[in-house]
């Protein structure tokens, strides 16, 4: 393993830093399955240059193979097996110099969610957006489809409210900040038993009438 340590003040141009005053910055060329040459800090956390981009175009491939099919679940719901399988996976690909293992992790939830809003955009201009490989389940790219045409109505009627007849699913939006807002003005200490529920059915019947 080649280290060519550094300032962080000296970090290239375009460079992603994210680490305190006090970590050094290192040029650090793998030695596992595949060689490449990385910036890395003391700290483990490893930095955007153009020299590691072999690196994290690794870590995007996996993380579309192992989170592909549950791209809508948030990632803190993610099963953690597929999580370490993901961080095993770039240790055997590259080595361990001394990654930090949330930042490598992190570096795949910002790209999972990135492509997450990037799909949703796509399939709510035109819902003929041809599924990508990676999401292999039909149901999940359903989904998608389904929230791209409930964002398409919307979007040409912001008056539009989703109805349940016919069996349909409604769907509502989130009521938490409204609700804990006015619990934090009533106070918590005055609320009974089932009080938060009962003030978040209030917020929901308040903005969403069935029509």
């Known amino acids: 393993m080649k280290e060519n340590n550094d ?3 000296n970090v290239p141009i375009g460079a992603s830093i994210s680490t305190s005053k006090t970590a050094t910055v290192s040029s650090v060329t793998t030695r596992g399955m595949q060689e490449v040459t990385i910036l890395l800090t ?4 490893v930095l955007k240059d153009e020299k590691g981009i072999k690196f994290f175009h690794f870590i995007f491939r996996r993380a579309e193979q192992l989170f ?3 791209i809508q679940v948030d990632w803190r719901k ?6 370490n399988e993901l961080f095993a996976d770039v240790i055997k690909s590259f080595g361990n110099p ?3 293992k949330e930042v490598i992790l992190d570096i795949a939830r910002k790209y999972i969610h990135s492509k997450r809003d990037n799909l949703r955009s796509k399939l709510t201009k035109d819902l003929r957006y041809p599924r990508p490989a990676w999401i292999t389940d039909q149901l999940v790219w359903d989904e998608l489809m389904k929230d791209a045409k409930f964002k398409r109505k919307v979007h040409n009627n912001p008056n539009y409210r989703p109805s349940a007849r016919s069996g349909g699913k409604r769907r509502l ?3 938490t900040k409204a609700t804990q807002a006015r619990v934090s003005s009533i106070g918590s200490h005055k609320l009974g038993s089932g009080g938060y529920n009962s003030i978040r059915g209030g917020m929901v019947s308040k903005y969403f009438c069935l029509y």
């Open 42 to 45: 003391s700290e483990g956390n």
């Open 173 to 175: 939006r989130d009521t």
């Open 98 to 100: 001394g990654f930090n």
């Open 78 to 83: 993610q099963a953690n097996n597929k999580k």
């Open 7 to 9: 300032t962080v003040a």
């Open 68 to 70: 592909g099919n549950t």
